[in-house]
């Protein structure tokens, strides 16, 4: 069907619409343009959207009095598409409500937080025919899905000067020929998508065969569809300017929705605000810094100050006793070992500090590094600081075996043998046991942190309580590349002196406990799904060295 003849049918189909009847054999010729359903995305964590992505999914925010996915759901059902596919992944239970409130299929994609959006598409793949594609947290200030639809699409508008978005080459046609990621003065991809049916077809053969490829996994969806531009036609559908948006960062969404400059709705605001007594529109400057296993923090800009906010990360209630990090936090700054610290709530877990500009992480091969974060260990073992807790490192171990083993997450070869040779280190250890002393716990080199002038602070102390120093010094050389020699090295810089037998047998055997701790508590990590990179293989392994040089020195002394 040409394009003039499909616009006639389409007003015609609407003006019988209204008067009560429609034509059959109009339904007949439209039927191939009817829109058969509609994917929304709404899996990702939206990093960049900090703090209020910390406390809910980003499609949830209010924007303008409507909460943004609702609004888009309403508007893809008062077009007519009634068959939503709503794939939730991160806070995926804050968004299930959805299902009873608007009918829509929830899917969950439990790869949100290591793949991109093409995981997603992989979910719903069997569903795509005549589909739109849509991003949950899109505004459009009009509605722009149809009934009927001629031919493929990706919605654009036009942006002045450099951008770093998808920009569009396309023919006098409109058919889409080139996609760079960023340019100028260009057309480029904003807000949903179109998909007809030849195009979903083609594009689900190629993205079946290519997900195989660990790199793909990576990817947008719209890379996937920059490689294979040949085989799979889309066409631009321009929008003016002011009918979608999307909002990457705060600051954003403050310029288009000025509630958002006094009332963000957000509990990191209201306890920002509290400590510093400032108004929520002093708070600026917000960039994410961290997200990670156990915390979600952002740095801000308050009346010409920088700090930094620290989030508790889902879950991390079940192995970090926040009433023992607060208390630890006040000595470390009494101490001058911390003096960054603000202010933390023992019981919420959340915590507000002063940033400290262009530091740098502890260098395990610079001496001068090294001998001040020793020397810090030190001071506080012997300083005679304690607080009312305790990390009893062997607990915390039986209690990672415990979870692991319920997770079938101990059946390799060698499980047996490491937890075997760890139970005779602990045992033998008892002879050689030092005295208790408040202990920072969780010691390697991302906190210690080194500013401009060379002061070091040490920072989050998420594990800290009293405990054998050994534990302190057995992480940090179990997250460094050193090996026994240097050991002896980093002892000698840590007593002032070089050790005696029993200390180097204490504390070599402590490493290995630590390094094996540290391993369980990787595979205990990713059993929840989050991926610990490099560490677990290099904790493996020093458990075995360590351990291994542990029954040297033991059995020499014998």
Known sequence: MLERDFKKYVAVYYKQLAAGKVDGEIVKRLEPYRVKNAVIMAAGMSTRFAPLSYEKPKALLRVKGEILIEREIRQLQEAGITEIYLVVGYMKEKLFYLAEKFGVHIIVNEDYYRYNNISTLMRVRQHL??????????????NPFELFVYKGYYAAVY?????????????????????SVGGADSWYMMGHVYFDKDFSNTFVKIMEKEFTRPAVKSYLWEDLYREHLDKLILYIRKYDAGVIHEFDSLEELRLFDEKYLQDADSNAFNNICKILGCKESDIRDITPVKF???NLSFRFSCNGEWYIYRHPGHGTEKYINRRSEAASMIVAKKMGLDDTFIYMDPEMGWKLSRFVDDAVQLDYNNKEQVEKALQGLRRLHTSGEKTNFSFDIWSEIESFRQALDERGRHDYPDFNELAEMIDKIHGALKITKASCCLCHADSYSPNFLFDVKGRMYLIDWEYSGMADPAVDIGTFVTCSDYRFEELVEILKLYFGRAPSNSELLHFTGYTAICSYYWYLWALYQESNGKSIDQYMYIWYQHTKLYGSSFFKILNKGE
């Open 292 to 294: 990670g296993m156990t």
């Open 159 to 179: 942006g002045k000067g450099e951008t770093d978005e998808y920009c569009l080459s396309f023919d006098e046609d409109g058919k889409i020929n080139g996609v």
């Open 129 to 142: 025919s005549n589909t739109y594609i849509c991003s949950a947290d899109n505004y459009f200030s009009e």
